[in-house]
């Protein structure tokens, strides 16, 4: 079954770090998102991806962060200078946009965890 | 600015029980709704969705329901199983199509065998 793939699984980095993470959304899907979750708190949407380029973003998604679809395949999530607060599991999400009668559903990959020192 | 409410953080049923999980809104513009499932070291999995359209829909052990006058919805599991043990996500959106979800902050279902 197509699955959305992230990498890395977990990383740490120093405060005002750049971090790069990845995700391989499944293969047919045309939208893209990147959703992040504090510890203990809920699953907030960051933004939104299409036909390359951003099709909603939230007040979360500052200029410290951005996205790109570098090669067809992959989506990435690239924080300038990582802060304290970034720290956070970011989940990339996948949606075969276009299909009537469908459910609306995202597809979620696994989660990246990024701890921000 | 909680705009999608779980007031249970956690819930345990006994296995062959049903399992009811509750969602509350504020937000009169959202028109679709979605559960999901997210176990650890995972990411949500979808589950079942209703529109304002509609105050039920059904999906083999899993119903949900929205009562949309008083901004809620449930999810009922029935018969409930050991592998329904998870977090349990209420989200909703302006619309069907629009994928900015809002989640609420989850529920921990935990099925007693």
């Known amino acids: 079954e197509p699955e959305v793939t992230q990498t890395p699984s977990h990383q740490v980095t120093q405060m005002g770090q750049e971090v790069i993470l990845r995700c391989v959304p499944i293969?047919?899907?045309?939208?893209f998102y990147w959703y992040r979750q504090i510890l203990g708190q809920k699953v907030e949407f960051l933004v939104s991806?299409?036909?390359?380029?951003?099709?909603?973003k939230s007040e979360i998604f500052d200029d410290q962060f951005s996205v790109e679809r570098p090669d067809g395949s992959n989506f990435t999530l690239k924080i300038r200078s990582t802060k304290l607060e970034d720290s956070a599991m970011y989940f990339c999400a996948s949606s075969p946009k276009g299909t009537s009668g469908g459910t609306g559903e995202l597809f979620f990959g696994e989660g990246s965890r990024l701890t921000v020192l | 600015d909680q705009q999608v409410k779980q007031n249970s953080p956690s819930l345990s049923v006994q296995e062959g029980r049903i399992s009811i999980l509750n969602c509350d809104y504020t937000?009169?513009?959202?028109?679709?709704f979605l559960w999901y499932k997210k176990y650890p070291a995972e990411g949500p999995t979808f589950l079942i969705s209703i529109s304002s359209i509609k105050d039920k829909n059904e999906d083999g052990r899993f119903t949900v329901f929205l009562n949309k006058s008083a901004k809620h919805l449930s999810l009922h599991i029935v018969p409930s199983q050991p592998g329904d043990s998870a977090v349990y996500f209420c989200a909703a959106s302006p619309y069907f199509g629009n994928e900015k979800l809002t989640f609420g902050t989850g529920t921990r279902l935990t099925i007693i065998p």
């Open positions: 293969s047919n899907h045309l939208y």
């Open positions: 991806f299409y036909n390359n380029e951003i099709s909603e």
């Open positions: 937000n009169s513009m959202f028109d679709y």
